[in-house]
């Protein structure tokens, strides 16, 4: 087993994320959208300081953050023992015409 194995799993689970725009951050409702404000301003955070941030409990906050990474808005960053979490954006969509157009 090689170091990469390990890795496969997360590539896959990425795979299948569709790519997020600001555009779709404009029609979340607004406790994610506070949410992905505030993760824009910071770049990451840790659950306990957005927790402070929407004045929510942890596992309140958790549920939300839970939300917005399966519907690909956000990242969760394992260091060690610490969860970290950013905004996962494109910073636009691709382009679906032919380049020779």
């Known amino acids: 087993m090689s170091v990469f194995d390990s890795l496969q799993p997360e590539q896959n689970r ?10 779709d951050v404009l029609v979340l409702p607004e ?6 404000d505030y993760l824009l301003e ?5 659950l306990a ?13 958790r549920a ?3 939300d917005l990474i399966e519907q690909g808005f ?7 023992r610490k969860h970290r979490y950013r905004v996962r954006l494109v910073s636009r969509r ?5 380049l020779d157009l």
């Not at 990425?14 to 600001?22: A, G, N, W």
């Open 14 to 23: 990425r795979d299948t994320l569709p790519e997020r725009t600001m555009a």
């Open 42 to 46: 910071q770049g990451e955070s840790e």
């Open 64 to 66: 939300l953050l839970t």
């Open 74 to 80: 956000v990242q969760e960053l394992l260091a060690g």
């Open 49 to 61: 300081a957005i927790a402070a941030h929407i004045e929510q409990d942890e596992t309140s906050t």
């Open 94 to 98: 691709r382009s679906r015409f032919p």
């Open 31 to 36: 406790d994610l959208r506070t949410i992905m």
